[in-house]
């Protein structure tokens, strides 16, 4: 089992999954060679995942943490609600 969780965890780091916290699994990536910020859309009804990217959005997220001299050296950003199937 640990070999497993080392593997998510590798894959994680280059960028080639995203945890899901909210969820407890994984997405692959979608986006996968671009440096990026994922965002991702969550359906609470359906629990499809879209990954969603908003370079703007971040480039001011980082701007406003660096303000209060925190260095970010990831994240993932999930927003709860309804996909488009669904409401
Ligand atoms: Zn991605
Ligand atoms: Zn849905």
Avoid: K
């Amino acid at each position: 089992m640990m070999g497993i969780y080392r593997a998510l965890d590798f894959l994680e780091e280059v960028g080639a999954i995203h945890r899901i916290q909210l969820l407890g699994s994984f997405v692959v990536c979608r986006q996968w060679g671009r440096d990026h910020t994922p965002i991702m859309l969550i359906c609470t009804a359906c629990e499809n995942v879209e990954e969603f990217v908003s370079d703007a959005t971040i480039a001011t997220l980082d701007d406003d943490v660096r303000a209060v001299r925190f260095q970010r050296r990831r994240a993932t950003i999930e927003l709860r609600g309804l996909c488009a199937a669904c409401h």
